[in-house]
């Protein structure tokens, strides 16, 4: 079993930043694919960016290219989301989670672990 832990949300004016942390036990987060993804008030959950293991690629939504990067540590078993430029249609409740399979899954329904999520809220 995986326990994923995100942190770093927060409340932050337009054109800020914020670096989200997805802190990973019971497991190594190593051999997993990690995704980050999003839902706000009224909407469906959907894709932010994706990791594979070894950090060897990323994929991100057309929305946050640009301005959102993911990265890992595998020493310290955290995914990270740093957000840059950050705008008020970027608030929702974050969620990191892993799979076992390589590769992007944009629907979210193929991963194995989610976190409980931490709140980012952009002021205009």
């Known amino acids: 079993q995986v326990q994923l832990v995100e942190s770093g949300g927060g409340l932050v004016q337009a054109g800020g930043s914020l670096r989200l942390s997805c802190a990973g036990s019971g497991r190594t987060l190593s051999i997993y694919t990690m995704g980050w993804f999003r839902q706000a008030p009224g909407k469906e959950r959907e894709f932010v960016a994706h990791?594979?293991?070894?950090?060897?690629?990323?994929n991100y939504s057309d929305s946050v290219k640009g301005r959102l990067a993911i990265s890992r540590d595998d020493a310290k078993n955290t995914v990270y989301l740093q957000m840059n430029s950050l705008k008020p249609e970027d608030t929702a409740v974050y969620y990191c989670?892993?799979?076992?399979?390589?590769?992007?899954?944009?629907?979210?329904?193929?991963?194995?672990?989610w976190g409980q999520g931490t709140q980012v809220t952009v002021s205009s």
């Open positions: 989670a892993a799979r076992r399979m390589v590769g992007p899954d944009y629907s979210g329904q193929k991963y194995d672990y």
């Open positions: 990791i594979s293991w070894r950090g060897r690629t990323t």
